[in-house]
Nanobody, 118 residues
């Protein structure tokens, strides 16, 4: 098991930047994958970025070139650097961790609100 706590959300103007943090309650070194999802009002939760234990990354097309996922194993923390923010990036952002040999154990943080004003 793992507990996840997000931070770093807030209100920013379009074109601005934010960095989200996700602190895990245990070592993230061997966690299969960690990632960020977001959910805007009236929309389904969608994957934004993912980072595997092997270092592979994956991004939603809508954020490629603007968002960067990274991790600090010593701090058990995963980050999402968000640049050139757009109003359509407004959502609650959730941290996700995938554990288990079958990659079937998903854990979620409580979410952090990101609001981008035009």
């Amino acid at each position: 098991q793992v507990q996840l706590v997000e931070s770093g959300g807030g209100l920013v103007q379009a074109g601005g930047s934010l960095r989200l943090s996700c602190a895990a309650s245990r070592s993230i070194f061997l966690i299969n994958a960690m990632g960020w999802y977001r959910q805007a009002p009236g929309k389904q939760r969608e994957s934004v970025a993912a980072l595997t234990s092997g270092g592979s990354t994956n991004y939603a097309d809508s954020v490629k070139g603007r968002f960067t996922i990274s991790r600090d194993n010593a701090k058990n923390t995963v980050y999402l650097q968000m640049n050139s923010l757009k109003p359509e990036d407004t959502a609650v952002y959730y941290c996700n961790a995938v554990l288990g040999s079958s990659w079937n154990q998903h854990y979620w943080g409580q979410g952090t609100q990101v609001t981008v004003s035009s």
